[in-house]
């Protein structure tokens, strides 16, 4: 590709992920395209990985998250069109013949594509997991990112968003092991935690409570995550925890500050959260158990004193 410039650049941000970014380079070694790789300093052979593949690697001060390394590496590609892949990501033959179709068209400018995350070793159809679309194939200078964590690209032209098909969709090795959520949800729950005190957020009590059960309540039964069996119930319940773990670090990093707590405060949250968390029980139990009214009917008349009690 000496002297030509590329139909396509992809780009892959790394730090000590050789074993997931074979794979993914792999996947997509039979595009016409040069590979980038921008490296936060690994300390396994995660570079020689990317030498061996033919990429062009360039070294980046190692962050806490990849949005900031992602506006360099695509000041580095030179292709008509960018994909961009993390190491733990992988494309099947289906999507990368629908992408080389999109780059003969004139009307789009990104396109939205589907992402098969694999948590704990299976695939999440509900749980909010999917089809958990992103932005990662795009004309050069269409997409910029911003630097907040798990922040939105900022965007100009057309978008394109494929069907929601496994076949379309970019494999996701996201989380293979339980250790390796809660290592992910310690950084990240810091650099949100973070995030928050540059911004003067001032801590509630709610944020303990209430916002805790809210995430589960939106994941387990609004996401459907009781569809995914005890899969989606674990990570549920993990997500609730990751929830709370960023008001209790930003708890920390203001100086974990004892006072008394406010008894109205924390009746207050309590009671709402109970109050949700019955709201979807009883939407679940009732659609789960539709054929048994005698058990519908009484969880439904709790329900209803549970809501004339909510503001006593």
Excluded at 87 to 108: A, F, G, H, M, Q
Excluded at 123 to 141: E, G
Excluded at 191 to 211: G, H, N
Excluded at 270 to 283: D, L, M
Aim: hydrophobic letters at 40%; one cysteine or more.
């Amino acid at each position: 590709m000496v002297g030509k410039k590329p139909l396509i650049s992809v780009i892959v941000n790394t730090r000590n992920e050789a074993k997931q970014l074979q794979k993914c380079l792999k996947s997509i070694s039979d595009l016409p395209a040069e590979i980038i790789v921008v490296d936060m300093r690994s300390t396994d052979n995660s570079k020689q990985v990317a030498i061996d593949f033919g990429a062009k690697v360039y070294n980046y001060r190692p962050m806490k998250v990849v949005e900031h390394a992602r506006n360099f590496a695509l000041s580095k590609a030179k292709g008509k069109w960018i994909l961009l892949l993390d190491p733990d990501e992988y494309l099947n033959k289906v999507l990368k013949k629908e992408l080389l179709k999109i780059t003969k068209r004139t009307d789009v400018d990104f396109v939205k594509i589907p992402r098969k995350n694999i948590i704990f070793g299976k695939w999440l159809r509900h749980t909010n997991m999917w089809p958990d679309y992103l932005i990662r194939f795009f004309k050069k200078n269409a997409v910029k990112w911003q630097r907040a964590i798990h922040s939105q690209p900022i965007t100009t032209g057309n978008s394109l968003t494929l069907l929601d098909s496994e076949k379309l969709a970019i494999r996701h090795n996201n989380y293979p092991s339980v250790v390796d959520y809660l290592t992910r949800t310690i950084r990240y729950s810091g650099v949100q935690a973070d995030e928050l005190k540059s911004q003067d957020y001032t801590l509630k009590i709610s944020d303990f409570v209430l916002k805790p059960i809210q995430e589960f309540n939106s994941r387990f039964f609004v996401a459907q995550a009781y569809k995914d069996g005890l899969h989606g119930l674990i990570f549920s319940l993990l997500q609730t925890f990751s929830i709370a773990l960023i008001y209790i670090r930003l708890w920390e990093k203001t100086g974990s500050k004892d006072k008394p707590l406010a008894k109205e405060s924390f009746v207050s949250a309590s009671h709402e959260a109970v109050f949700e968390y019955g709201h979807w029980f009883t939407k679940y139990f009732v659609a789960e158990y539709s054929k048994n009214i005698l058990k519908t009917s009484l969880v439904k008349i709790k329900q209803f004193f549970n809501r004339l009690t909510k503001n006593i």
